[in-house]
């Protein structure tokens, strides 16, 4: 399984990646209808653009009819480095799964810094590629979201590709009493990005080809096996249990913690020579598993 054209598009810079790939996806063009604010309970694909900290944020939000008549749950899906919201639509697109279970989907953007928009996942400076408050910013876009739609602010996601898979765990670090649950595919987590302690439950699914952010990590970043360890002794799990599935031809071992805080559990998905990529193959079933796992769990812990 090797890495598409579109991974230029989206993976992450931390290691001096930037290079002239992410270039390309720089005129992407932005989905849906652009507004300032989201009509009330009205479905559709929106490009909504907020300020915040001086400067103009977008995200593209898809509001489907089933989250109309009643409190919906929100997911939030963001892109890897270099990315454009828009474009990680199409590559983690899970619309039809908002349809079918009705929730709200929001790919937040990115900041642009010399052609590559990116996630700042770690406390000020230090792995950082900027001074953009990206916490506040997904704070006040989803009181932006709310607004509009009665969300259930117990049931907010987050998940993420690469840096955005990063961003997603950092969230799961600093705003629990945001995020009910997170995960990440093809990513893992900066050095002192997670200092609390209060419970959450995680997917992780990685390929162990990944030649980005690989599976065993390096000098620079943590193994996969690293962000699961670190999640299961946060969530104080118990249980284990492993499965192995290979369907058309993609092999994916997969690992069960239960028995956590509060219900927490950890998942973790490892895809045989698995690029750096969001695995949309049917055989992997990246949106299901995500939507199925977080789907168990709030602010509470498990549903």
Known sequence: MTNSLSISCVKF?????????????????????????????????????????????????YVPHSAIDS??????????????????????????????EGFVLVYPQGTDLSGGAHWNAAPSGGDNKSTADDLG???????AVEMAHTINSDRIYAVGYSNGGMFAYYLACERSDLIAAAGAVSGTMLDGSCEGSEPISII???????????????????????????????????????????MGGVRVESSYYTGGSVGTEVEHHRVIDGGHVWFDEPSVGTNGKIWDFVSRFDQVGAI
């Open 13 to 61: 810079g931390s290691l001096a990646l930037v290079g002239l790939l992410a270039v390309a996806c720089m005129d992407i063009t932005p989905a849906g209808k652009s507004v300032t604010a989201l009509p009330a309970a009205t479905p559709g694909l929106y490009t909504l653009s907020i300020e915040h900290d001086g400067q103009n944020r977008e995200a593209v939000v």
């Open 71 to 100: 409190a919906a749950p929100m997911v939030l899906n963001f892109h890897g480095y270099g990315g454009r919201a828009a474009w990680h639509m199409e590559d983690a697109d899970m619309r039809s799964l908002a349809d079918e």
């Open 137 to 143: 910013f997904i704070e006040s876009l989803v009181d």
């Open 204 to 246: 992780h699914i990685h390929g162990t080809a990944d030649s980005v952010l690989p599976y065993d990590g390096d000098a620079h970043t943590a193994s996969a096996l690293d962000i699961v360890d670190h999640w299961r002794a946060r969530n104080d799990t118990t249980s284990e249990s492993t499965t192995t599935e290979t």
